[in-house]
């Protein structure tokens, strides 16, 4: 168990891009603690290896024995490259696991919604490849950016129907969906009568009708009014499995993520866990401020 245990320690520490010291403070050991379990000289008790694997987000197994379950890594992509007109993603190459929620940041045009495209199958790449464990027809529930929204159903009618492809369907559970995202009163109003925020909402219930292992949200909260984006966020947090959402909404990626990326000049820049940057005692727009527009790099 030691060598596995040890090497599993090492990789989940730097992919979470923690130092010994990050993980020491968060598991109120000393360094040298860490660096004693990471050279297999001693190993943490059971309640510090508990904590061990809700900070390095992974499965006790997975922890102790290495054994890959699909919980785990569920995307791989590697050296994606697409252009347009002009080239837009440059060589992509990135691991999303299981249980990461991650906020993909980068100014506009960056690419952050080809990139979505194509993790969703919207887009294919011009080179490079997406492996995933991700079954897109009963575990991948997407928001893209603008509303696919049938205008000629009525609110309830188009609820009944995705519940109905997602195979959910149950008067009571659509009736306290409806009720949840706020859209009671306009249940008989044509889609296409709606306004863009009561859209957002009515798109954003429609991806969250069933149990996703990855939820891609593309700038879920545009045109949304305060309570609906409160709301909106408190709902993400008690969502299980993978999410990604491409946001500009600074203040609350501090709150709900746990690893942002940042795409600039077609790259991932940036792939860090939330969690370093508060130990550096920076918010996420102040990081992404200096990171997006500086050169820095967190050790
Ligand atoms: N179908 C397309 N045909 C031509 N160009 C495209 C197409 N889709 C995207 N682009 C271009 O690719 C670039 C990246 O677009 P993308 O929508 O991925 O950026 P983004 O980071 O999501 O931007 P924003 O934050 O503004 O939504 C832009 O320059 C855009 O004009």
Not at 16 to 43: C, F, H, M, P
Not at 149 to 171: F, N, P, R, T
Not at 203 to 231: C, N, Q, Y
Request: proline share 2%.
């Amino acid at each position: 168990m030691q060598n596995i245990f040890s090497h599993q320690l090492i990789t989940l520490r730097r992919r979470k891009n923690l130092s010994q010291n990050d993980l020491a403070r968060k598991l109120y050991v000393s360094r040298q603690s860490i660096s004693k379990w990471e050279n297999g000289e001693t190993e943490p008790g059971i309640d510090k290896l508990i904590t061990l694997s809700e900070i390095l987000g992974v499965d006790l197994d997975f922890l102790l024995l290495g054994k890959e379950n699909l919980n785990d890594l569920i995307i791989k992509i590697s050296d994606l490259k697409k252009s347009f007109t002009q080239p837009v993603l440059n060589g992509i190459t990135l691991n999303i696991y299981g249980k990461d929620r991650i906020a993909l940041l980068g100014s506009n045009g960056a690419g952050k919604s080809t990139l979505a495209k194509m993790i969703y199958g919207e887009l294919t790449p011009d080179s490079g490849s997406i492996t995933s464990h991700v079954n897109n027809t009963d575990s991948l529930n997407v928001m893209p950016q603008e509303d696919v929204l049938m205008g000629d159903l009525k609110v309830i009618e188009h609820v009944q129907l995705a519940a109905l492809i997602d195979q959910v369907y149950s008067k009571a559970f659509i009736a306290q969906m409806i009720s949840k995202f706020r859209l009671e009163k306009q249940k008989n109003t044509y889609v296409s009568k709606l306004s863009g925020g009561q859209k957002r909402r009515l798109s954003l219930l429609l991806a969250l009708l069933r149990e996703s292992k990855l939820l891609l949200l593309d700038e879920p909260t545009v045109g949304m009014d305060l309570s609906s984006i409160d709301f909106f966020w408190r709902y993400l947090d008690h969502i299980g499995g993978c999410v990604i959402t491409i946001t500009h909404d600074f203040n609350q990626i501090d709150k709900y993520f746990s690893r942002v990326l940042l795409l600039k000049d077609g790259k991932i820049a940036q792939d860090v866990a939330v969690d370093t940057i508060h130990s550096h005692n920076q918010t996420i727009e102040q990081w992404y401020r200096q990171y997006n527009d500086g050169e820095a790099q967190i050790q």
